[in-house]
């Protein structure tokens, strides 16, 4: 015997499908309106101040304003998307990786983002946006504190305008983490391959003078208490912007920094951002260590939410110990 069909709907049934409604951008449509209200309103005003003006031309201007201020069809699309990345690196804190190239570096820098960001927003005040990847030759770099920046040996070096806009974000509180992810692969004396295609990377950067992270610097106490910074990888110096000398007659509490201490950059080799990377169900991606990775890993989430702590707070921490001498000077 036949299955029994269910039986037909009535033909006053409303049918409705289950595809999502199709978003429309109206940005240009409202910005023509109100290029042409605002065209009324001149007309009103000097009719109403008893001059006549000659409607023609009048009208020709508005419809050339109209014109202009209208984009482009095949751009209109494109502008959206824009708009909407750059609101949501202004609004929010946002961390940026660079684009390699390689697909797989790529991946884990994302992921590796991604599980920083969640750590970010359960254990501090800081709740980081989605990461996004960043173009060094045409994105806005300005908005991101911090951009990541995994080191390969394929990646072509910066174009002469790249190098000019990394300095100028480098020089106005910008913050760079070069990794160059081969701490496994360095004997002593002899850098890793990558370490020697950074080199090559940085050759039109104007970087300053490179020193080791000493024990007491403000990078180790941010946010944790750190003495080492391992990643998927452990072993390899941590270098960042080697601390002026103060001579004998320097006060340390008004020593100025344009930069307000923060380093421009951070250069290691322990591929942080693999022992960071989650896929999107929260689960890790990459083994970490030998005998006691989970500690490893750990350790490495610790250094990094110090970085991101260092890159918003600069030299916060360091001036908490010259309170004292403040509080003396204000009183005096």
Do not use: C
């Not at 920083?116 to 990847?133: D, F, H, K, Q, W």
């Not at 995994?150 to 990794?179: C, H, K, W």
């Not at 421009?264 to 006691?292: K, Y």
């Amino acid at each position: 015997e036949p299955p029994t069909l269910a039986p037909s709907p009535p033909l006053s049934a409303v049918r409705e499908g289950l595809n999502e409604t199709q978003e429309r951008p109206l940005a240009a449509w409202l910005l023509s309106i109100a290029v042409i209200l605002l065209m009324i309103d001149l007309l009103v005003a000097l009719w109403l101040s008893g001059r006549r003006p000659k409607f023609a031309a009048m009208t020709g201007a508005a419809l050339l304003a109209v014109v202009t201020a209208m984009p482009p069809q095949a751009n209109a699309q494109d502008l959206p998307r824009d708009i909407e990345r750059a609101l949501a690196a202004a609004n929010d804190t946002v961390l940026a990786y660079v684009i390699t190239g390689d697909r797989q570096v790529d991946r884990l820098s994302e992921a590796g983002l991604r599980g920083l960001s969640n750590v970010l927003a359960a254990r501090t005040a800081i709740e980081p946006g989605e990461p996004m990847s960043v173009n060094i030759e045409t994105d806005d770099l300005s908005l991101f504190p911090m951009i990541y920046w995994p080191v390969t040996e394929g990646q072509a070096p910066p174009s002469t305008e790249a190098a000019a806009r990394l300095n100028t974000y480098l020089r106005t509180g910008g913050m760079v983490i070069f990794d160059t992810r081969d701490a496994h692969l360095a004997t002593p004396g002899q850098p890793g391959p990558n370490t020697r295609a950074l080199r090559r990377l940085a050759a039109d950067l104007d970087l300053p003078p490179l020193g080791p992270v000493r024990e007491d610097h403000v990078l180790t106490r941010t946010f944790y208490l750190l003495d080492r910074f391992p990643g998927r990888w452990t072993g390899g110096q941590v270098w960042l912007e080697a601390t002026r000398p103060r001579g004998p007659d320097d006060d340390p509490a008004l020593i100025a920094d344009p930069n307000d201490g923060v380093s421009p950059v951070i250069i290691g080799a322990a591929d942080w951002a693999a022992s960071w990377a989650i896929d999107e169900n929260g689960d890790l991606l990459v083994p970490v260590g030998r005998a006691n990775g989970a500690r490893q890993r750990e350790m490495s989430f610790r250094f990094g939410v110090n970085a991101v702590m260092y890159a918003l707070t600069g030299n916060y921490k360091s001036d908490q110990v010259h309170v004292p001498a403040l509080l003396e000077r204000l009183g005096n």
